[in-house]
């Protein structure tokens, strides 16, 4: 059966993102890999889909190595196979499509930030020489030399780490929400004038669900550092403009810890006829919004890898050592280490 323009536009998405240098494709056997999973973590029969369950090194994604996946490209699957999967799994609930696209999604973000990790280079002493002004003669020239190196490639990457987030986590939190974020340019959300009048400009908007007529302005937490740096005034003014143009704001906030500046925002969002979801209440919310199918993937993807963190608790960091060979770079402490793989 030949698989509609629906199917393969779906299966192409899925399968990569990006143009030039940046662009990240994935292969026919990392997609049907991806797909096994999604279908396992659903508790789904492979057999239904008339699919091959595939053999997995563990049942937490989170826990393959990216390296496994590099092979599943040598394994003989084509593309009608893949669409054909897409196409069965997508009949039996339609939400497993933005299942697969969620996954798939982060999956590439990990594969291409990888890449990143693998070529960014080593800043030379032309680019920050003139910084040594602030902290030459403080230690041993050679010592003041590699930190200066260590922490402009820890910044650069730190950058890019901020920048691939920024395109996967909104949009994802978004999706699960039924919504998708808008840009100011074309939003329905316009800045009010000093008179409370809206004006030509409109406001970004993190996640807009038409379905419902709500705005989200989602946040991993509010603390006073977080939202005192001149930034607090617009936050409080969201609320007021979605309410002006006929939308429900919702403030979601998914760490439960509380602050004075929260507690101001949330009563500014319930004052315009709004909604407050904090903690485990917010994880809820997502929840029963997303449904059935992607509260799994929210279980499973999301809340595993920010919680995860946030249980963490660190007063002061632990000694790590940090080691740059030409072949890899190493982060380890006394009981653990990460390597990254260098080009």
């Not at 990990?110 to 680019?127: C, E, H, W």
């Not at 989200?216 to 007021?240: C, D, H, M, N």
């Amino acid at each position: 059966m030949t698989n509609s323009a629906f199917f393969r536009n779906h299966y192409t998405k899925c399968r990569m993102h990006g143009t030039g240098d940046a662009q990240v494709v994935i292969s026919d056997g990392e997609l049907y890999a991806l797909l096994s999973i999604a279908i396992n973590d659903l508790g789904w029969s492979h057999a239904d889909f008339g699919a091959n369950q595939v053999a997995m090194p563990n049942t937490d994604y989170y826990r393959i190595p990216l390296s496994w996946f590099d092979q599943q490209a040598e394994i003989n699957i084509n593309s009608n196979e893949v669409q054909n999967v897409l196409r069965s799994a997508f009949e039996k609930d339609n939400d497993f499509g933005l299942y697969i696209e969620n996954l798939t999604a982060l999956h590439r973000r990990r594969v291409k930030y990888r890449r990143i990790l693998a070529a960014q280079p080593m800043p030379n002493m032309d680019q920050i020489g003139p910084r040594s002004l602030l902290e030459y003669g403080c230690c041993e020239s050679t010592l003041l030399a590699n930190w200066m190196v260590w922490r402009k490639w820890i910044y650069d990457i730190d950058n890019r780490s901020a920048q691939e987030t920024g395109y996967l986590f909104e949009p994802l939190l978004a999706s699960c929400l039924g919504g998708e974020p808008v840009g100011s340019r074309n939003s329905p959300v316009k800045r009010l004038d000093s008179n409370g009048q809206p004006t030509s400009k409109g406001r970004q908007i993190d996640c807009l669900v038409p379905s419902t007529n709500r705005t989200y302005e989602l946040k991993l937490r509010v603390t006073i550092a977080a939202s005192g740096q001149g930034r607090f005034g617009e936050e409080l003014s969201f609320a007021e403009e979605s309410q002006a143009a006929g939308f429900t704001p919702v403030l979601l906030v998914l760490d439960p810890t509380p602050s004075t500046r929260l507690t101001e925002l949330s009563e500014k969002y319930m004052s315009c006829g709004g909604e407050f979801y904090h903690g485990e209440a917010a994880w809820q919310h997502m929840e029963n919004e997303a449904g059935e199918v992607i509260s799994v993937f929210i279980e499973n993807y999301i809340r595993p890898a920010i919680q995860g963190i946030e249980e963490i608790e660190i007063d002061f960091p632990n000694s790590i050592e940090l080691s740059w060979s030409e072949n890899e770079i190493k982060v380890s402490d006394t009981s653990a280490s990460y390597v990254v793989q260098r080009v």
